[in-house]
């Protein structure tokens, strides 16, 4: 059968995009940098987001909704985030449109002016904590938890499908505190929280750190973040979680009166993943056949294919076919029933190779007979009859032992490219010829991480908060370094 | 206690800003028309999501994302679409700020102007039919059932919170077909799923029917709303389903080959409803003091208020309280313990109430030695002391006495208030007089039912579909009509 995919080895770029506009998950508009996100890819994005919706309700969070627009003068107020932010971005400047005199389409009316030119949230630090002045007074409306579900646009000039686009889906969550101390508790928890969605759901290892300075959210004091490693060997930056201090709240004057009668400027946290995860996800286990799609984020778990050579086995084999997608679904797996005859089996079987569909079962004339059925796995690829008999227990267990077994393949790619090295030399030629994460000394100053970047497009993904103190050198300096930090080039 | 709303009675409009403020639901923002939706105004519009994206989902419909931004010159292919909505719009001109050359803040870079304007969309129609022309060439792949949940901008000059926003949140569903009685049943399948919805999880009764030729939405053959009735006797569109025949189909150029082989353009329906539903759901049931929820859309069903005088009271409420707390929760009850002890009692009273929680539970020292709890609802403002045994069967019937007691309540309401009137005169006394419903006899023209509307600030609501048919003469002209219509004043 001829490959629908160009293969990795080839071109891996190619691979993705291939893959990304073969498998239906999305594709790219008529609006520059915009992407349509079809709904096979959609399905896989509210997998992810029920989850995580899940996991921060379960940990106090509420969720809310801002205003898409941001006045322009917001982005002044705090002086990084101006710098970080509001450069390119989708500015309103008119609310109307009129007839062109010659009858020919619409255009711009210039009477429609806006007084304030209007920007399309890039991420809405800015709108909410001119909110939440309004919100807090006292110790006692605090803290606040609360998290946005939105579309926002940054107008990125190379994009990329699902992992860089001018417009994306994500989740904010914006986090007010009375101590220091809480809102760094609550930065830590919530990437606690990425990184347990991204190995137990994703299936993904990923690695949690501290950005370095140069690397942080416009307006942070710290920023949290998990890298993922690619079949590609390189980093992608999967979730961030940010400890903002007082910046904001001093931006925009928001302060509160604490138990003893003190004013003071709230705390600020924020972090979100984006549909930018439907990258990762894609990128960290896929194949040249397809898609492969962890059991707890596949839209459909299984799928059944009917094997037949005419009308009456047809019906023989639908009637069985939905007794087992009953018995399937009774307990707790989703199943769909591929019973179309207008495609033949053998074009299914590539259909869902090709988007990953776990597990998939065929079931004919002779599987009936014997009772019996064909189930392949989509992971290993490899195919076994199995009685019918107690099928969806065994099914459930075939399900967690994909999901343990994708995530085991992930992590030990991951681990078998975590590189230990110690001078420029094999810094360099790691990079060029082995890719992956890197464990070197850095002597800790923007200066050489700029340089670092700048000669091999490597940065520091994260300073691991497992990273042993150590003595070392700083691999491009000499200089002195406590604690080794995790370089890698990135998406 | 001082009354924290204005009555219904005094200013109608002022109590329903002053509920949306006082509840939590939702507030204004910085940016003119743009509301900010509170965290338990957005619970609410969660639970209506769920509820209608499960109805759509068992009618076979997927979610999928499309482009916020639509290029100007799309409007321009679907003549009537233009005027109806390209005209009163959000416009992006460009994609740049800088620094001002005096320090001070930013500006638009003239530099970083967009060859094409982009609009922000008020509807979708447009860039999904021109991304649906990639999707389709033949009958088999007919029908798409995709439905988007969004944001979307339309520049109101006028705007109320919920009931008419600049940027408002709702779903827009898009379907494309192959023949003309399939997009006409679909039409009809989706404002019948919307009254459904109204009525067994809002509460709240609709009148079902076509839109007059007039208020039809801009490109469509038809137009179905369902209309439901507010408490001063004004008319509420809840919600829209659209048959769009082959219009966006022709504008676009989707064509599809059928399987004779014939090639012909796709036949296509929209349909949506948006938070105005949160409008319709606050107006149509509050009173007074406050909100009044039915149980299926409540974000607390059951609060619990502790009733104590010291320490010791406090921990042994609180014990009994955590039981009856997770009894409940095992019903499948959502309840909120409200153990704080910063507020007293009749503060937590107060605050239920104008919540709207449909039940209140009160447990205090001489409950726990009866073995007895009081239980007040919120709709009829009934308390009774019952005992604890047994408790979570009761309070779940009462939560289903409450959503039938709410809904039959709005619908007497509703019945009392559709006037049959044959008089011009009658018609007029009763919009000034009366208000609510007028069911009256139309000559079927367009320029008649502006004329009523300009003179009375009446319009036609629908043309119910269970308006039987009658001989009758037009209130307006004397002419002939066969068929009475829905005219209300509306919001």
Redesign the interface.
Known sequence: MAKVLTSRKENYAQWYNDLVIKAGLA?N???RG??????YG??IW?KMQAELDRMFKETGH???????????????KEADH?EGF?????????????NKEDG?????DPAAKLEE????RPTSET?IW??YK?WIQSY?DLPIL?NQW??V?R?EMRTRLFLRTA?F?WQEGHTAHATRKEAEEETRQMIDIYADFAQNYMALPVIQGHKSEGERFAGALDTLAIEALMQDGKALQAGTSHFLGQNFAKAFDVTFTDKTGKLDHVWATSWGVSTRLMGALIMGHSDDNGLVLPPKLAPHQVVIVPIYKNDDQYDTVCQKGEEIRKALLKKGISVKFDKRD?QKPGWKFAEYELKGVPVRLALGMRDIENGTIEVARRDTMKKEIMPVEGLPEKISALLDDIQEGIYKKALKFRDENIHYVDTWDEFVDTLENKAGFIMAHWDGTAETEERIQNETKASIRVIPFDSKQEEGKCIFTGKPSKQRVLFARAY
């Open positions: 594709e508009s008529a609006v915009c992407m349509v996100i079809k709904p959609y399905a509210e509420e969720n809310a909704y801002f205003p898409l627009f941001i006045p322009k003068s917001f982005f002044s101006v509001a450069k390119e971005c989708a500015v309103v400047t008119h609310y109307r449109l009129k020919q389409g619409v255009e711009v030119e209007l920007i399309v709108i001119n909110t309004n006692r609360v939105a579309n646009v107008w417009e889906l207008t």
